[in-house]
T-cell receptor, first 117, second 109 residues
């Protein structure tokens, strides 16, 4: 696609429910990131996929968070048993990855705003 | 020491002013450097890459000082539309890019 697409754009859920957030990166981009941004705060790295390599999960805040990337394209971030502190904007970004100057320039999606009541 | 550090601001400047932001990074092996801009309640967008020799794009100039491990962004002739948060970003090979927390700029009429 022309840009990074994320869905849903807004999600309100009750504490304890599971949520799935989807990211459709730019076609041909091998690198995909998930970040989280709470109100008024900086970007918090969650997870990074690069091609067929094992993902870098070092930023996931707890085992309630998981992500997968199917076929090297679409990614889903799953949060199980949501808590109020999970409320934030979840941003996905993609890039060409490696191989040339500018290959790791990120393009962000518009984000999924999650509110846990 | 945090990997990428920025003065959070806010920087409040009048229209037409020149303003400069600095950013320091801790990993001396870092290879790629960027400035992103984030408007309120929007996603970050690339403002400019930062090259070793320094680079300019219109009113914006970016500089890299590897010896001191800092990056700077200079904005000349500030416009109201420049009001945003400016994010410093540093990368190394295949490892995830690291974002600073951002510096908030408000340009006042």
């Amino acid at each position: 696609g022309a840009g990074v697409s994320q869905s849903p754009s807004n999600k309100v859920t009750e504490k304890g429910k599971d949520v799935e957030l989807r990211c459709d990166p730019i076609s041909g981009h091998t690198a995909l990131y998930w970040y989280r941004q709470s109100l008024g705060q900086g970007l918090e790295f969650l997870i990074y996929f690069q091609g067929n390599s094992a993902p870098d999960k070092s930023g996931l805040p707890s085992d309630r968070f998981s992500a997968e990337r199917t076929g090297g394209s679409v990614s889903t971030l799953t949060i199980q048993r949501t808590q109020q502190e999970d409320s934030a904007v979840y941003l996905c970004a993609s890039s060409f990855g490696t191989g040339s100057t500018g290959a790791n320039v990120l393009t962000f999606g518009a984000g999924s705003r999650l509110t846990v009541l | 020491r945090k990997e990428v550090e920025q003065d959070p601001g806010p920087f409040n400047v009048p229209e037409g002013a020149t303003v400069a932001f600095n950013c320091t990074y801790s990993n001396s092996a870092s290879q790629s450097f960027f400035w992103y801009r984030q408007d309120c309640r929007k996603e970050p967008k690339l403002l400019m890459s930062v090259y070793s020799s320094g680079n300019e794009d219109g009113r914006f100039t970016a500089q890299l000082n590897r010896a001191s491990q800092y990056i700077s962004l200079l904005i000349r002739d500030s416009k109201l539309s420049d009001s945003a948060t400016y994010l410093c970003v540093v990368g190394l090979g295949n490892t995830p890019l690291v974002f600073g927390k951002g510096t908030r700029l408000s340009v006042i009429a």
